[in-house]
């Protein structure tokens, strides 16, 4: 393990903090896209895949990117992402047409896809067990502060116009100097280590990421329309409740290490999702907005044990001459998770109504966590 500096350190926590902005600076304009938008058709849908557009171009690149990420070096390949985050997420501050909007979303993509297999494959290299799980509970605590301060400033912001958010983006070019001076890298790893297959035993992992993402981006894809559509509430307000939901991420994420030394990574899997299914079932029966403040922290903490524990499961099973690759893998399966969320729970949101589709799902996650977690125990109990 390699002495890393402060300075070093603070970069990638900015590195890793881009990838939470691909989605959640823009979470509350969606509502308001129908309105500039009225003669576009599907217009419902299109808004919602604003959000997920650029998971596809990551699900779709992300294992390609991480043979070229090696390739090109880690340092090299975050300056060109941070470049191209920049100019393709703010492009909604003059695109006049969906296509186009739809079109630099997925430009966005591509640039996220780097930038987290980057700061993913870097915190495999520069710390090991307990420093590791540690440095990922504050990584994703730093994300999920920074994710407060998009949503509600996004909210802010939406409120005055629906595209003045698209200008959080620009950020990215602050980013470069510090990477450019500060961001280290500790040589490539074999190029016939690279071209080994993967571990078998990641695949369940890459599974269990798709499965987590599918249902923890119900949360951005859902519920600014509830709270907004059906509660009216403004985009501020709204920010406000999701924003609420990434602080507690943030000590979702810290508890994470704490967890880890009681339980297993498929246990503590199993805790989060059983949290999650209790946010869901709350979401679904409150009947004004001032209950969303005290459901979205649920949704929160059990998203922050969740992502920071799939993340670690998978750099301790992953050889390290496999980083950027298995990290690759895994960023297409949480992307590919957030993407198809929308679209798969689109059918049900129209047959149950957005609050009573909540319900649904809190109840179908709680039923399918309990009895995993019965075949978990029973498994530990023949071993």
């Known amino acids: 393990m390699h002495k890393i500096s402060k300075p070093t350190k603070q970069t990638l926590l900015f590195i890793s903090m881009t990838t939470m902005m691909s989605n959640v600076a823009i979470v509350t304009t969606l509502p308001h896209l129908k309105e500039y938008f009225t003669a576009t058709q599907y ?28 390739a090109a070096g880690r340092k090299n390949a975050a300056v060109s992402a941070l470049l191209l985050f920049a100019l393709a997420g703010s492009a909604g501050l003059y695109l006049e047409t969906m296509n186009l909007l739809l079109f630099s979303r997925a430009l966005l993509g591509v640039a996220i896809a780097v930038l987290m297999i980057v700061s993913t494959s870097l915190v495999g290299d520069y710390f090991k067990g307990e420093a590791r799980h540690r440095f990922m509970g504050l990584q994703s605590a730093f994300v999920a502060v920074g994710g407060v301060i998009f949503v509600v400033g996004g909210g802010v912001l939406s409120d005055l116009n629906w595209r003045f958010p698209f200008g959080i983006y620009l950020i990215g070019f602050v980013f470069v100097p510090f990477v450019v001076k500060f961001l280290v890298e500790y040589g490539k790893d074999s190029d016939e280590s690279l071209e080994e297959n993967l571990n078998p035993n990641l695949l369940g992992i890459y599974v269990l990421a798709f499965l987590l ?69 709350l979401i679904g029966v409150v009947d004004h907005v001032r209950y969303f403040f005290f459901t979205s922290p649920l949704m929160g903490f059990g998203g922050g044990i969740l992502m920071t524990n799939i993340a670690a499961w998978m ?48 109840v179908m996650i709680a039923l399918v966590s309990s009895f995993a977690g019965i075949l978990t125990i029973k498994a530990y109990a023949m071993k």
């Open 43 to 70: 217009i419902d849908l299109l808004s919602r895949l604003m959000i997920t557009l650029p998971s596809l171009s990551i699900a779709l690149l992300a294992p390609f990117l991480g043979h070229i990420i090696h």
């Open 213 to 281: 993402m599918l249902i923890f981006y119900i949360l951005p894809t859902q519920m600014p329309f509830l709270i907004i559509n059906h509660f009216g509430a403004s985009g501020t307000v709204t920010g406000a409740v999701i924003s609420l939901a990434f602080v507690f991420n943030a000590l979702g994420a810290l508890a994470f290490a704490k967890l880890k030394r009681k339980f297993s990574f498929e246990a503590i899997y199993l805790i989060g999702m059983g949290i999650i299914s209790i946010g869901f079932v």
């Open 315 to 362: 750099l301790h099973k992953a050889h390290h001459t496999k980083r950027v690759k298995a990290s690759g893998y895994l960023t297409s399966s949480l992307f590919l998770g957030q993407f198809f969320s929308p679209i798969i729970f689109y059918p049900l949101v129209n047959y149950f109504g957005v609050q009573h589709f909540f319900i649904a799902v809190g």
